[in-house]
């Protein structure tokens, strides 16, 4: 279980970009974190992760801080931004990022070579980073998330930038993880595939939450994005 009470960031001593916020993640589900641009969902999935600490409240990852290290040897994230090092080719790149857990979950590169497959960037694991598409590093951004085989998955847009057929296929992966028992905590503005993935969302608005909660209950008898659009433009 994920256990958020009350956490809030400020930055700068001006922006309250998350403010009070506080929701319990159960095992084995996935979250979909949703809010406007500059709603706080970075901010608040960066101290999920332990990259930013909250100014107040606390954070538990299963028993413990995601500050500990075993919590992080067993969290995956993927940013919004992934920056990789261009010179690399992909299979560099997961190495490199495997060998970060290397005292204890370290792969084989046969089984570096299973992950790429299974983002199907595998046919390019020998070309440089610097020469792939917005959509391919999408993909090697997932891969990393998922080299340590971690329980808690933390994904800040992973549907962003890829085709129908990117989504569609990152969309079974995630339902792949989910289906292994990990949890998985995403933020997306891809309505649909929200719907489509989510037991439970969160919406959050200005750095406060207005919404958790499971999908259904929120959006009544409309889409997620329309009741999302007329919730948002009422507040
Ligand atoms: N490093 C920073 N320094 C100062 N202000 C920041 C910083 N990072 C974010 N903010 C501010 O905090 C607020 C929340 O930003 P955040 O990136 O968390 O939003 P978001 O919901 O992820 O938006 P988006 O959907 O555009 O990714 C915004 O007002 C933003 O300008
Ligand atoms: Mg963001």
Request: glycine share 8%; net charge neutral; hydrophobic share 35%.
């Amino acid at each position: 279980m994920i256990l958020i009470k009350n956490i809030s960031k400020t930055y700068d001593g001006i922006t309250n970009a998350v403010d009070n916020l506080s929701l319990t993640i159960q095992s084995g589900s996935v979250f979909g974190f949703l809010g406007p641009n500059g709603a706080g969902k970075t901010t608040a999935i960066k101290m999920l992760v332990g990259i930013n600490t909250p100014d107040a409240g606390s954070i538990m990852i299963g028993d413990e801080s995601p500050l500990a290290v075993s919590t992080r040897e067993n969290i995956g994230f993927m940013p919004e931004e992934p920056h990789f090092y261009d010179q690399l080719t992909g299979l560099e790149f997961l190495e490199f990022s495997s060998d970060l857990f290397k005292n204890s979950r370290g792969k084989s590169k046969t089984e570096l070579e299973e992950i790429l497959k299974k983002v199907n960037i595998y046919e390019a694991r020998h070309s440089k980073i610097r020469t792939y598409s917005k959509g391919m590093k999408q993909r090697l951004g997932f891969a990393q998330a998922i080299v340590n085989d971690p329980t808690y998955i933390f994904l800040d847009e992973p549907l962003e930038g890829l085709d129908p057929i990117g989504r569609r296929e990152i969309k079974k992966i995630i339902e792949t993880i989910k289906e292994e028992g990990k949890t998985i905590f995403f933020n997306s503005h891809i309505l649909a595939d929200v719907e489509a993935l989510c037991d439970q969302i969160g919406i959050i608005h200005k750095g406060r939450l207005i919404y958790s909660g499971p999908v259904n209950q929120f959006r009544k008898d409309m889409s997620l994005e329309d009741q999302f659009v007329k919730t948002i433009k009422s507040l």
